[in-house]
């Protein structure tokens, strides 16, 4: 198909696509002529992936590139959801060593999840740290219960995102139900905890 056709398949105007064409974001056509290039379905799948990263995840040009750049690389699946994790979910990479913590190390042990580093283990860790730091206290029985919840949630969650071939749709279901879950997994829990407000303090 031509520009004209491609933009018209993906609602996306051609000033747009061709944005995206020079930032990277989107390949090459297949040269027909000087002036002229043909896309195909491949294409189509990179619009609809770059404009629910835009739209629904709210991720910014250079972050869309770094994510598309790792697919196109063709680097392992595990690094490139790890990097997707790691950009939809603000896991910013820490400046040094980030010190592990007793609490953070108990639940990996609870849950058997792999004790290796990751952005999420560093996450975890300083979050945890600075917890602490307020004085707020970590039980064992309360991040037993987290843990044990999340696990199962994130379990589904992968699930949907390993069962895809074409990596543009990997991408799209890694990105948005990442933010999306995590959201609604934060709106659930506010409710849970009005209700429970409710039914102590007035007895609802």
Do not use: C
């Not at 000033?15 to 294409?43: M, N, Q």
């Not at 770094?66 to 950009?87: E, T």
């Amino acid at each position: 198909m031509q520009l004209k056709e491609l933009s018209s398949a993906t609602g996306t105007s051609t000033a747009s696509i061709k944005f995206y064409l020079r930032e990277g974001l989107l390949p090459a056509g297949h040269t027909v002529h000087p002036t002229r290039a043909s896309y195909t379905a491949d294409h189509i799948k990179r619009l609809e992936l770059i404009r629910s990263l835009r739209q629904i995840v709210g991720l910014n040009i250079g972050q869309i590139r770094s994510i598309v750049k790792m697919a196109d690389d063709g680097v392992p699946r595990l690094s490139l959801l790890a990097h997707v994790q790691r950009v939809v979910l603000n896991l910013e990479p820490a400046a040094g060593d980030v010190e592990r913590t007793a609490a953070a190390d108990a639940v990996v042990r609870m849950r058997s999840w792999p004790d290796v580093p990751s952005d999420a283990r560093d996450a975890l860790d300083r979050h945890v740290a600075a917890m602490q730091d307020l004085g707020i206290n970590l039980p064992l029985e309360l991040l037993d219960r987290y843990s044990s919840a999340v696990d199962a949630i994130a379990g589904l969650d992968l699930e949907l995102t390993t069962a895809g071939e074409d990596v543009n749709d990997v991408i799209l279901t890694a990105a948005v139900g990442m933010h999306m879950h995590s959201q609604l997994m934060l709106k659930l829990l506010a409710v849970a905890q009005a209700s429970h407000a409710i039914r102590t303090l007035e007895g609802g």
